[in-house]
């Protein structure tokens, strides 16, 4: 089936796609029929810039225990890292600091 | 029999008169030939829906696909040009409509043209197909399993994806529709509900579903692909539209 559902996030970082680096912008993900992946559905997460058009794009496509697995070890690498480590406001303390 | 036939990249005047590219493919005969709008699914305007409108000329038709997507994404590759279009909110009812309206008027004004048009849309493209039939003036429509055309989407779903049901009363071409047992969207109680209701209005219809087959049955590079739903399901819709569409 076709989901129409889209979930939106507003993302901030780069992303490397067909012609190489670009900023981010949003990301979308949406449980739907994939492009590539031998399955019915996939969780299709596209990490994108629309100012830059619609080839500014990461797109991956996985499977549910796949995208599952993703949130955890992007969790625990997380948790691993001190608090605030990667987040914008962290980063920008982190070269005051320096 | 002379069998040639072309296939090209046109532009079309699409809803409120947008120019929006589209690939065109004919049999090379003076006609009369009749022609089919081909719905692009939602993964978009790619290989394999401009391999189906290869067949439909292969088979004696003037079929054309518009880029539903050109708007938010000209010159795309298809599967970046659907997530750009998904991203932007999809593509509105009314603007399909518009689309395939445009679509219809452009094989009509081809001098091979006997005036007769039909439409076809996989999946999503089924739904678009039925609403296309509801309110445009055409001569045949093809449903290969489109969902909410007779139950509502879930709730948070866009409300543009409404159940086009109610608009069945405004129906005047006849209907086919090519479904499998095992789809979950449409579920056999959804098409039962279609039936039923088409049934009701005296409209002019007829509905297949196939054991063993689930959604995306024609799809020949998805793991859906049923050989034997999608053969007999091809030569149903060459009957059909040999019915409704022929000179």
Redesign the interface.
């Known amino acids: 089936?076709?989901?129409?559902?889209?979930q939106?996030a507003a993302i901030d970082g780069s992303g490397k796609g067909s012609s190489g680096w670009f900023s981010l912008t949003?990301a979308?993900v949406?449980v739907?029929?994939p492009?590539h992946a031998?399955?019915?559905h996939t969780v299709n997460i596209?990490l994108?810039n629309?100012k830059l058009?619609?080839?500014a794009?990461v797109?991956v496509e996985l499977t549910e225990e796949a995208a599952l697995a993703l949130i955890d070890s992007i969790r625990a690498a997380l948790a691993s890292a001190p608090p605030g480590l990667a987040s914008k406001a962290g980063s920008a303390h982190q070269q005051v600091a320096a | 029999m002379y069998d040639a036939m072309m296939s090209e990249t046109v532009k079309i005047n699409g809803h409120q008169g947008d120019e929006v590219e589209a690939y065109l493919a004919r049999p090379l005969t003076p006609g009369p030939v009749g022609g089919v709008v081909v719905i692009h699914?939602?993964?978009g305007y790619d290989e394999s829906t401009k391999e189906m409108v290869r067949r439909f000329a292969a088979n004696g038709y003037a079929a054309i696909c518009p880029n539903l997507y050109w708007r938010?994404?000209p010159g795309?590759?298809p599967?970046?040009?659907?997530?750009?279009a998904?991203?932007?909110g999809?593509v509105p009812d009314e603007r399909l409509l518009g689309d395939v309206a445009g679509a219809a008027s452009y094989l009509r004004a081809l001098s091979s043209s006997n005036g007769k048009v039909g439409v076809i849309g996989h999946?999503?493209g089924g739904r678009q197909s039925f609403l296309a039939a509801c309110e445009l003036d055409l001569n045949a429509a093809v449903d290969c399993y489109g969902?909410f055309v007779a139950s509502a989407?879930?709730e948070?779903?866009?409300l543009q994806?409404e159940p086009v049901i109610s608009r069945a009363e405004k129906l005047d071409c006849p209907v086919l529709g090519l479904f499998g047992d095992e789809?979950?969207?449409p579920a056999p109680a959804e098409v039962a509900t279609l039936d039923a209701e088409l049934k009701r209005l005296g409209k002019q219809f007829e509905f297949h579903s196939y054991e063993g087959a689930?959604?995306?049955f024609f799809a020949v590079d998805?793991?859906?692909y049923r050989p034997a739903a999608a053969v007999e399901g091809w030569q149903r819709i060459f009957e059909f539209y040999g019915k409704h569409l022929a000179a």
């Open positions: 089936m076709c989901t129409y559902l889209t939106y949003q979308t949406y739907d029929h492009q031998p399955y019915e596209d994108g629309p058009g619609p080839a794009r797109a | 699914h939602m993964p938010e994404a795309a590759s599967d970046d040009a659907a997530a750009a998904r991203a932007a999809g999946c999503s969902a989407p879930a948070g779903f866009p994806v789809d979950q969207y689930g959604h995306a998805r793991p859906s």
